[in-house]
């Protein structure tokens, strides 16, 4: 029988899920219960000919509510009111209600007035405490009732059915193969078990329901689209529709009510009716094979073998089957006869005989008692037997998989941990190794675990008496001996990498400690190597003596540079001589420095070569500086001496062409005294000349004994001999320019004098605000359009300054076109405010300050009539400026 096949999971072991309990607040919740409670009140209604639309509303005047009690409990209730008013309803309801909890049902929140107003969830909850009551509560199997009782009687039908395992009233029911089961088990004829499929619910649950219906008599209380669109259904509307199940199976082997008044109808219709069928039960038992289990002895549970597979024991699951159906028709059988018999007595019948050598009634009930403990405990054993081997398939199954995934893991471990790779590993690479084999160490700890519960599920199955322990055991005794061996070459590889990692960083702090130092010493040998191979450029004896300072105090440290030499090369032949010692396998050169042993010798031998090459450039050096400095001092000495002879000149001649001794003859003829003086000094400035050229031969910059340049002689000279040359030149313009003028020397004097007192700057020159200066005090009232025209005369150049030349042209012309001194009282009386006299107070608030003190200093006091303290005569001035009367 192929639908009682063993499938290869271990779904009948596992428990169900604990659900939430707030689902039970789903619309679907209340969708299935509405179809399920209605559809099961309606197959008791149907008895008294009505039946409810909406469950809510039908039973609010409380009138079917009570009919429903009638029916179901076989009992009157009291008399119900006829009247449509809300009291009438309430009475009728509650005298439904108390009838409900006289049968000991405690009602819990459930009141009239909720049922009369309509209240789906009071309505819901009543009518689920009266199914509980009257069609669950009564469920008894093996000292177990209710729920717990029905749910056994399930898995007990259940149990040899493969892709059914009922745990619960909810999610074990989904896919429709528990209906079904429970519809095989009993009306195998009805179902063809084997084509159905657990992944096509809705048809397994569309058959289960219209096969129901249609010949058990159970009406559709479900949809199977409900119960696949859920995720859980609802626990109550499945309970009360398998409790139909229960009571349309258990009523079979009960005493039914409605034979007896048909045998008699049929007796009075049809007296002489042909009651072979009936007559004929000792053919019929013996036809299915009852006979013989009763006259045999009732085997005990201990007396079978032992069975080797689920194929096995469940094939042997139709001995029961068969005696289900056999039970079920026999039992019918035999009623229906002592029904009849009973009634032909009643109705004076005929007496209906059993064929002569058949077994009398009593004897058979008896015999069918003892049939009945034996294939109960025929069913135990055999249910026991098949959770043993279901237990054991489970076990196996479990075995193979841990095995087939702890070889998986280990496939290829071996040879892993047999590598030496860490031979030819650096620090970094075997730390990394070593990291990657801890974490290999805890995960075989953690496969540790595992390898305990491969073995005790071995143990198990041999104590189970597992058909095919020997292979398990060949199977485990392998995987626990590879499981040692694995264990053992951890060990040894764990104490290669710590030794190996141990050499490394010995080797590798060698490394550092080589770097550490060899950097350094060769930073010290490239800017040694640098500096001796450098071309100094030196200007002073005392730059290159600073440098041979240097170069002997570098000398001196060679020796200690000589023995941090020799210790670094030392700590390369360590790292030598442990490598040859342990023979370890180095990967590559020194990770922290690129500077080799070879490196620094050979810059140490090309330091050593510098030296004395150095010592001789330096030697070279020191000559010629001395020579160089006495170039300085020779050059220094001369210039010292010239220079200050030269900016004396320039002073001397400046005096001369500023101050007014004797005429301009006698000025003209010191002049070109001083210019002999100055051409027979020539001789001098070329003895310089010659020595700066051997200072520019020599690249002498810089004099520290001099702060004469060259440069700054040359053009010292060039001035002096300038200003000589323009001095004598400016001196016989003047004479010129008096002799053509008619400028007397006194005139000549006077403009001297009034020139150099404007010269602020003493340069031989007025700028513009000094020459506007002078002529204001000279009494000229004049604008800025004038005085531009006066200055595009005397500057026609426009270089900003008034020349003395310029000068004495423009005061040569005022004297002549003009009379100058009525000009300059005009211009005193208009800042006296046409007063015969001037303040001082007057003079230095109009006149600017030097021009103003000029005035006071050379003004006499006024002593007119109309004089007051400090008046000054401006009349008496302006004549003796211009020569009129003696001041």
Known sequence: MDHYDSQ?????????????RDLLLDPAWEKQQRKTFTAWCNSHLRKAGTQIENIEEDFRDGLKLMLLLEVISGERLAKPERGKMRVHKISNVNKALDFIASKGVKLVSIGAEEIVDGNVKMTLGMIWTIILRFAIQDISVEETSAKEG????????????????????????????GFCALIHRHRPELIDYGKLRKD?????????????????????????????????????????????????????????????????????????????????LHCSLWQYQILNPLSEPTPQPQ??????????????THILMDSSWTRFRCTTMLRSFSSFQTESAAFRGPELLLAEGALCFKDINNAWGCLEQAEKGYEEWLLNEIRRLERLDHLAEKFRQKASIHEAWTDGK???????????ATLSEIKALLKKHEAFE??????????????????????????????????????????????????????????TEKLLETIDQLYLEYAKRAAPFNNWMEGAMEDLQDTFIVHTIEEIQGLTTAHEQFKATLPDADKERLAILGIHNEVSKIVQTYHVNMAGTNPYTTITPQEINGKWDHV???????????????ARQQHNERLRKQFGAQANVIGPWIQTKMEEIGRISIEMHGTLEDQLSHLRQYEKSIVNYKPKIDQLEGDHQLIQEALIFDNK?????????????????????????????????????????????????????FDRKKTGMMDTDDFRACLISMGYNMGEAEFARIMSIVDPNRLGVVTFQAFIDFMSRETADTDTADQVMASFKILAGDKNYITVDELRRELPPDQAEYCIARMAPYTGPDAVPGALDYMSFSTALYGESDL
């Open 705 to 757: 004994h001099t702060n004469y340049t060259m440069e700054h002689i040359r053009v010292g000279w060039e001035q002096l001999l300038t200003t000589i040359a323009r001095t004598i030149n400016e001196v016989e313009n003047q004479i010129l320019t008096r002799d053509a003028k008619g400028i007397s020397q006194e005139q000549m004097n006077e403009f001297r004098a009034s020139f150099n007192h």
């Open 303 to 316: 007396q079978h073998r032992i069975l080797n597979s689920l194929n096995e024991a469940r094939d042997r």
């Open 8 to 20: 290869q999971t271990n779904d009948y072991m596992q428990p169900e899920e604990d659900w939430d």
């Open 442 to 499: 805890s995960d075989l700890a953690a496969h540790q675990d595992r390898v305990e519960q491969i073995a005790a599920i071995a143990q198990e199955l041999n104590e189970l008496d597992y058909y095919d322990s020997p292979s398990v055991n060949a199977r485990c005794q392998k995987i626990c001996d590879q499981w040692d061996n694995l264990g053992a070459l951890t060990q040894k590889r764990r104490e290669a990498l710590e030794r």
């Open 200 to 280: 096509d619910p809705l048809t397994n649950l569309n058959t289960a329901f219209d096969v129901a219906e249609k010949y058990l008599d159970i009406p559709k209380m479900l949809d199977a689209e409900d119960i696949v669109g859920t995720a859980r259904p609802d626990e109550k509307a499945i309970m009360t529709y398998v409790s139909s199940f229960y009571h349309a199976f258990s009523g079979a082997q009960k005493v039914p009510g409605a034979p007896c008044s048909f045998l008699a109808r049929l007796y009075h219709s049809h007296s002489n009716v042909d009651l072979s069928g009936i007559c004929d």
């Open 150 to 177: 029905l749910l056994l009687w399930c898995q007990r039908k259940t149990a040899p059915y493969k892709n059914v395992n009922i745990q619960n009233f909810h999610i074990s029911w989904k896919d429709g193969l």
């Open 414 to 424: 071996e040879a892993m941990l047999r590598q030496k790779d860490y031979e030819t």
């Open 608 to 622: 050593r070569q510098l030296v004395p090459r150095r010592d001789q450039a330096l030697t070279e050096e020191h």
